[in-house]
């Protein structure tokens, strides 16, 4: 039997969405949990699921100690996630809607506390890192190259 095949993907684009989500530290290890069984869930190996979820960790954390210093805004922040099967490519937003904050310093870093780094740490671990500050809020979007094994997603 012969016949055309077009090959597809295993399933189309996949999203995680959250929205005014508290920016608290105790809101932190449950969105860490969230992202990791996320990204388990649609096949992404244990080696790239540490990286993606450990900038990830870094930019939820980075909003709640700097975005709202010294403000009466109620700290929040937004989250989404997505896969894009046809061309491999994770993309992580973290977004707040605060003011960025530059460190003291010409190096962005106090050596003491060996503080600043969290940016640092985030650009290193993604293929690709954009931050967009505005006097609406700051937009971490961090992107990876990610082959998953359809055979160990749980859709």
Do not use: K
Not at 51 to 67: I, P
Not at 82 to 110: C, F, I, K, N
Request: a negative charge; one cysteine or more; aromatic letters at 6%.
């Amino acid at each position: 039997m012969t016949g055309r095949h077009r090959r597809r993907p295993p399933y189309a684009e996949v999203s995680l969405s959250y929205h005014g989500i508290g920016a608290d530290p105790s809101q932190l290890p449950t969105l860490r949990r969230q992202i990791g069984a996320w990204l388990g869930g649609i096949g992404v190996d244990s080696r790239q699921q540490g990286d993606v979820v450990l900038a990830t960790y870094e930019a939820f954390a980075n909003v709640v100690e700097h975005a709202y210093v010294d403000s009466d805004e109620d700290p929040l922040m937004d989250v989404e996630a997505t896969y894009v099967p046809d061309t491999s490519t994770l993309r992580v937003t973290v977004a707040d809607h605060g003011t960025w904050r530059e460190q003291a310093g010409d190096s962005g870093r106090d050596t003491e506390s060996n503080r600043g780094n969290g940016v640092r740490l985030i650009r290193r671990l993604a293929a690709h890192t954009e931050i967009e500050r505005t006097c609406q809020g700051t937009v971490v979007t961090m992107t990876w190259h990610i082959d998953v094994d359809p055979r160990s997603a749980v859709w």
